[in-house]
């Protein structure tokens, strides 16, 4: 018996053993609260900690990626070439016509997901490297289409699988809309949104009503006093003291040096005949 066929049979019965004994776990959405769980081209899983019990030095662990339509494909070629399943469909050329259909990108070593260390808070991202050009990438999903996922134990020294998860339930990617198709007029909008923007429309406009009004009736009051000759003149600072002259103790009985030149044409415009200094007054000695 060649080397090949006890490999292909070692692998057999790894399977056999591991159907025999029921194992029931399915890959499923990751539980924490994540946006985009499920986009067009990837999904977000729940990584598989405490999925298999058995101890296995070297052992990683592996996911397979498939139409939810090749399942079946996927399984058949399992057990008929398991040695050679990382192989059996690279990632670049995995959805293209009359290929199978799946890829396998690696999770990690079974040593990193103990049962000890099981937690809702981390994930794995199906799709995370885009479009990648690696035989077993983790590349993108067919855009819009339905998926399934199944984990595999794999010994990496000779490529047995020693065990598998269930398939996961169908998933449906979500599909990107056209641009063109979306209706972005009125009858899009709902019927509150259409409310409140009639509201603020209508409020906008008269607190621009009144802002022309105040406007108007101060523009109108002004032209009326200015037309019966009631518009006020800017006050004089400068040479508005209506004395004639003032001097200091020790100018007395000299000439008035501070006479105020302003003094004559203030007085004939704001002063009377009662309030003009009379002449003849004498000074008051200290």
């Not at 641009?179 to 429309?201: C, E, F, H, Y």
């Not at 004089?236 to 100018?251: A, E, F, G, Q």
Request: glycine fraction near 6%; proline fraction near 6%; hydrophobic fraction near 35%.
């Amino acid at each position: 018996m060649s080397t090949n066929a006890v490999i292909r049979l070692m692998s057999l019965l790894s399977i056999w053993m591991w159907t025999g004994q029921g194992q029931m776990f399915q890959p499923e959405l990751s539980p924490s609260d994540l946006q985009g769980k499920i986009t067009s081209n990837t999904v977000t899983l729940k990584q598989p900690y405490c999925v298999f019990n058995k101890t296995c030095d070297g052992c990683v662990i592996w996911l397979v990626a498939a139409l939810s339509s090749e399942n079946r494909t996927f399984d058949s070629q399992l057990t008929t070439s398991a040695p050679d399943v990382l192989n059996k469909s690279p990632y670049p050329k995995a959805f293209e016509p009359l290929l199978w259909d799946f890829f396998v990108t690696k999770v990690g070593p079974l040593a990193d997901f103990p049962c000890s260390q099981s937690s809702n808070n981390v994930y794995f991202r199906v799709g995370a490297e885009g479009k990648c050009s690696g035989a077993n990438c983790n590349g993108i999903l067919p855009v819009g289409s339905n998926v399934s996922f199944k984990y595999l134990l794999i010994n990496a020294n000779n490529q047995i699988v020693l065990n598998a998860s269930d398939w996961s339930e169908s998933i449906h990617l979500k599909t990107n809309q056209n641009p063109q198709s979306i209706n972005d007029g009125l009858s899009a909008r709902s019927a509150a949104m259409i409310v409140i923007t009639s509201i603020l429309s209508v409020a906008a406009a008269l607190l621009l009503l009144m802002f022309f009004i105040m406007l108007c009736v101060a523009y109108c009051g002004r032209s009326k006093d200015i037309s019966q000759g009631q518009a006020t003149s800017p006050m004089k600072v400068m040479n508005s003291i209506r004395i004639p002259h003032y001097d200091t103790h020790s100018l007395r009985g000299k000439a008035h040096p501070y006479d105020n030149p302003g003094y004559v044409s203030e007085g004939k415009n704001y002063s009377t005949s009662e309030t003009l200094p009379k002449s003849g007054i004498q000074t008051q000695k200290l």
